[in-house]
């Protein structure tokens, strides 16, 4: 298995929400418990947008682009801070093939409509039946929303800094695969959204009445970057 890729994270889309963290702990495998942020659970979509990715060493003329999405939960585990990721989504046939075979990570094949222009984004993604999974469209702004539980963009920047290692599921409960993302500069900004939308979070099956509510959208754009595979957490790993 690669142990390392490099390349260009083109933007970076953080769409979050805050919620119930009883609601949250239930749906969680028991290594993991959510991290509590004045009160609530963390969850949200990252949406990442890449080029020039190739296994660390081989020049950016060997890599390939491809649109991402990762359903994630801010948590805590015998490991330290990170993030639970439930489902990965991607453009890229390569991705689907080479996660949690070649590279840690399995992916679901997903279309992205995907558009920007001078500080505004609109991003769509739908499933293989043409089922919604995300929806987004705003501008970068220098501020945080009102209402947000956070209270400064440092505050989002320096949460999020230290979830950089991501864990998912090799198929059962019990063994995870394990991936850490390296950059040079930490730059993120507030994403100001006049529209979100997210079927994983607005499912009331998952979350009943009152117990999510959308809190702030972020963004990172033009870094350099590493995903590095690490060690699998697991109980017992065959």
């Known amino acids: ?58 020049p950016a003329i060997s890599g390939t682009n491809s649109h991402n999405a990762a359903h994630r939960i801010a948590v805590e585990t015998s ?8 489902r990965r989504d991607t453009s890229s046939w390569l991705n689907t093939v080479a996660g949690g075979r070649l590279f840690p990570g ?3 094949k997903a279309h992205f409509d995907i558009a920007q222009a001078n500080g505004h984004y609109s991003v769509k993604i739908t499933d293989s039946n043409n089922d919604p999974i995300m929806s987004i469209r705003g501008e970068v702004a220098r501020e945080l929303p ?26 059962n ?17 507030p994403l100001h959204l006049e529209e979100s939308f997210s079927s994983y979070f607005s499912d009331t099956n998952k979350f009943p009445s009152g117990s999510v509510e959308f809190d702030s959208g972020m963004i990172m754009r033009n870094l350099k970057h590493s995903w590095i595979a690490r060690d699998r957490l ?4 065959g």
């Not at 490991?79 to 439930?86: A, P």
């Open 106 to 108: 399995i992916h679901s």
């Open 1 to 58: 298995m690669a142990k390392e890729v490099t390349g260009i994270i083109d933007h970076r889309i953080l769409l979050n929400f805050r919620i119930d963290p009883e609601i949250m702990d239930k749906q969680l495998p028991p290594q993991f418990t959510p991290k509590i942020v004045h009160g609530y659970a963390i969850g949200g979509i990252c949406q990442v947008s890449l080029s020039e990715m190739r296994p660390k060493g081989m």
């Open 173 to 189: 409960d019990s063994d995870f695969d394990t991936i850490e993302l390296q950059t040079k500069e930490w730059d993120m900004e």
């Open 79 to 86: 490991q330290g801070e990170g993030v639970y990721v439930l």
């Open 234 to 237: 697991c109980d017992v790993c």
């Open 146 to 171: 009102n209402g947000s539980i956070f209270h400064s963009t440092q505050e989002v920047s320096d949460f999020f800094k230290t979830g950089n290692i991501g864990w998912s599921p090799r198929g």
